[in-house]
């Protein structure tokens, strides 16, 4: 390594902030922490329209052969537009902090669907 590659960058050398500089990389990003309520989404109630998909601006809808899964919860910040666009009400909003959906459980609902 150079020394020109230690040196600490300028200003003038840093992405200005809020740029995407490539493509794809939000799926690095765990950004689930941010939210205080969560879609708690409902096998029973969802007709497979795949409006949550559609509109969901964080792709966090998971989708397998055309038919909604489960909810990503690593990547999706509570924004509810799931739920508000969903005519089934399938997707309800819950507390973050509600005890009766976590990850572990997503995940065993997810691995139970595709058994």
């Known amino acids: 390594m150079s020394k020109e590659d230690n040196a600490k960058k300028g200003w003038r050398d840093i992405p200005i902030g809020g ?3 490539e ?3 939000a799926e690095k ?3 689930g922490s941010w939210r205080i309520k969560r879609p708690l989404w409902s096998r029973e109630k969802c007709i497979q329209c795949l409006f ?3 509109y ?3 792709l966090a809808i998971e989708v397998e052969d055309g038919l909604v899964i489960g909810v990503d919860y690593a990547h999706c910040k509570g924004c509810g537009i799931c739920a508000n666009q969903c005519p089934a009400q399938a997707l309800e909003m819950i507390s973050e902090d509600k005890s009766d959906v976590n990850d572990d ?3 065993v609902d997810h691995e139970k ?3």
């Open 56 to 58: 969901c601006p964080d």
């Open 113 to 115: 669907k595709t058994e």
């Open 23 to 25: 493509s794809g990389n």
């Open 52 to 54: 949550c998909w559609a």
């Open 19 to 21: 740029l995407i500089t």
């Open 105 to 107: 459980k997503a995940e």
């Open 29 to 31: 990003y765990h950004t």
